[in-house]
């Protein structure tokens, strides 16, 4: 009997938990790298909807969680773009999508970061003046608070977090310990700390104590479940396939 718990479940097991309508679900990932494209393939064959996806961008076209807007399965997206995707732009000119909650790159993962540490939210100077002109943000329920430190004025912005995340590692062992490579490493593991269920899926999954304690990117008590996604071979096959598609590479002769 393991001394620890173990918790690997398959997609099914795993993402049950998930409601049907109106999950506010964090995604990790950069432009359709390193984002958990099994799940989100399970989101669509299940067709969750009414989805707040929380995320650094929409995605890249054709891909991966971009899938999401051309399903229609996104109410709302907070995020620091909307037009990586032809999905999400067309989605939000048809006024499908709503975009309240939007913010630079920088100021997007601060957010998130203070969610997961458990801060009461960031200072943030970037924007001020800029991002808090009138009818800018029209829909926002209030302006912009700002407060002023050693002289410098900023945005007082809470933290983000959400009931559900979706993150991608390149490994985890039995325990939930989670080690990231390359792009992976961009917003995964702030994404793993900010979310009241976290789901990891990784290309391998090894045995306890493999992973060395300096490679771990993601401790074990942040995640709630692992699942086997597509191994390395398989993902670099998709994301060549697809850039052959999209024009991002010429075919070999």
Not at 17 to 32: D, H, S
Not at 136 to 164: M, T, W, Y
Not at 231 to 252: A, F, V
Request: aromatic fraction near 8%; hydrophobic fraction near 40%; include cysteine.
């Amino acid at each position: 009997m393991s001394k620890f718990s173990n918790k690997v479940k398959t997609i099914d097991e795993a993402l049950s938990v998930i409601p049907q309508n109106g999950a506010r679900i964090m995604l990790g990932g950069f432009v359709g790298a390193s984002e958990a494209t099994c799940c989100i393939d399970w989101l669509i064959k299940n067709k969750i909807s009414d989805i707040t996806l929380i995320a650094n961008e929409p995605g890249m076209n054709g891909f991966g969680r971009a899938m999401l807007f051309k399903n229609g399965l996104v109410k709302e997206l907070i995020s620091s773009h909307v037009g990586t995707t032809q999905e999400s732009t067309e989605e939000y000119l048809k006024d499908n999508l709503k975009i309240e909650q939007f913010y630079p790159m920088g100021t997007w993962i601060e957010k998130v970061r203070a969610g997961g540490l458990g801060l009461g939210g960031a200072l943030i100077p970037v924007g001020v003046g800029i991002l808090d002109e009138d009818d800018l943000f029209a829909n926002l329920p209030e302006p912009k608070q700002v407060i002023e430190v050693d002289g410098l004025p900023c945005f007082v912005e809470p933290p983000l977090r959400a009931s559900i995340g979706l993150v991608k590692a390149w490994r985890a062992d039995e325990m939930g310990n989670l080690e990231y490579r390359y792009t992976g490493v961009n917003c995964n593991p702030m994404v793993a700390m900010a979310c009241d269920y976290t789901i990891a899926e990784v290309e391998e999954i090894v045995p306890v104590g493999t992973i060395a304690p300096e490679r771990v990117g993601t401790p074990a008590p942040f995640v709630h479940a692992v699942v086997k996604g597509l191994n390395l071979e398989e993902h670099d096959e998709i994301y060549r396939q697809h850039w052959l598609k999209i024009g991002k590479l010429t075919p070999e002769k």
